[in-house]
């Protein structure tokens, strides 16, 4: 996986700074949730968890930063002149998207053996967008952030106005319960009822002759606003991450995109024991909010029928995922070999993720690393969909 790497110019004076190229940004206190940190986009296309190293699937992008200092307050201000999209395979990975929607009741060819690999991971993740945001000004992103630091405790706010991680897909509706049907039906081992898919397909050869868009997809915007502080109490370091996005794409269980509110807060503890060893614990919810009361939201909620059939002004709840993450990091031989091991799980999902690595650095520039990742889940949530990606990994990375 060959992306730009992180390539920068800077000037300063004082505690005063400007900074131009290719960045990866790291704002807030959480090691692994990180509210507020989403000025890079990401690389899915090694999955969700990318590995025990929580930056790992950040893409650089061309921006703009300032620093300044007054006093105790430390002001920066980011700007990404255009926009940068997500990489992630479309299917025919073990970790692809089609998998998500299949359990929502869509079907994707496999891409990979109609195009070829390198062609299919060139343009696979593109094939949803119908409408690309323009490199012009309206499509950058703006970010703030102001931390203030007294003595043994970090306060932060950060503001950000960019765009989501993942286009917004809308399918037509003949489309989607064709999908459905054909998922049925290689569950159930039954084939497709004709009287029953005849009108779709009517519908759908409709929808095809008059030009309709069998898909539109695009990338929404994303404003949130967070703020996150941490205190060291010696060798202890507490931290509070929360980060409210007034809009947020999600998909319902039949696959049909919903804006919501959506706020993400995580309290977070770390020990270090100077260099050897360090251990860090997170517990984070995720909640969305002014979900109708006939709406079930894909990967969040179980698969069940709707609290009502009908929607119901004014009746509308709210969504909360919770979960945990416990983390260890142990250096031996003067720093040159870490074990890591990190364990994931959402507590009122049953979907759990543990990754353990080895990695050992031969010299400045060069390191090899064997680690594994083992997922599993119920109830058709992420680590039930990806409950047979389990797998063991052996790597070689040099730098400069």
């Known amino acids: 996986f060959l992306q730009i790497p992180e390539a920068y110019i800077t000037w300063g004076s004082g505690r005063t700074y400007l900074r131009v190229g290719t960045q990866v940004f790291n704002w807030g206190t959480s090691d692994f949730a990180a509210p507020a940190d989403v000025l890079n986009p990401t690389d899915l296309r090694r999955g969700l968890v990318a590995g025990t190293d ?45 998998a998500i929607a299949g359990g929502g009741g869509f079907a994707f060819p496999d891409l990979s053996s109609i195009l070829g690999p390198a062609t299919s ?15 012009r000004p309206d499509s950058a992103t703006f970010a703030a952030r102001a931390t203030l630091q007294l003595d043994t405790v970090d306060l932060s706010m950060t503001a950000v106005h960019g765009w989501e991680n993942l286009p917004r897909v809308q ?52 404003t949130l606003v967070g703020m996150d502080a941490s205190i060291a109490l010696d060798p202890f370091i507490l931290k509070l991450d929360v980060a409210y996005t007034f809009e947020r794409t999600l998909y319902t269980q039949d696959f049909f ?84 091991l990190v364990a994931v799980t959402t ?21 090899v690393s064997l680690s594994a990742f083992v997922i599993e889940g119920k109830d058709r949530g992420y680590g039930a969909l990806f409950s047979h990606n389990d797998r063991v990994q052996l790597g070689y990375t040099w730098s400069m």
């Open 54 to 98: 929580p930056t790992a699937n950040k893409i650089p992008v061309l921006a703009v930063e300032g620093v300044t200092g007054i006093g105790p307050f430390t002001i920066k201000g980011v700007i990404q002149p255009f926009f940068t999209p997500s990489r992630f395979f479309l299917s025919g990975w073990d970790d692809s998207i089609g």
């Open 121 to 135: 991971d060139h343009i696979g993740d593109q094939l949803l967008l119908t409408d690309r945001p323009q490199d």
């Open 171 to 222: 399918f037509e509706p003949a489309l989607a319960a064709v999908g459905a049907q054909l998922i049925d039906s290689i569950g159930t081992g039954q084939p497709i009822d004709p009287f029953a898919a005849a009108p779709l397909f009517d519908q759908l050869n409709q929808a095809i002759e008059s030009g309709r868009p069998l898909l539109e997809g695009r990338y929404e915007r994303r």
């Open 257 to 340: 995109p919903v804006t919501r509110p959506w706020l993400n807060s995580t309290i977070g503890l770390e020990y270090i024991m100077g260099d050897e060893l360090q251990i860090l614990t997170e517990v984070f919810a995720l909640t969305v909010m002014d979900v109708r009361s006939n709406e079930r939201l894909q990967l969040i909620e179980p698969i069940s029928a709707p609290p009502s059939t009908m929607d119901i002004a004014g009746e509308e709840r709210s969504v909360a995922l919770g979960g945990a993450i416990a983390a260890i990091r142990y250096n031996m031989l003067d720093g040159n070999l870490n074990l890591d």
């Open 347 to 367: 507590l009122n999902r049953g979907d759990w993720f543990f990754l353990p690595a080895l990695n050992y650095k031969l010299s400045d520039s060069q390191k």
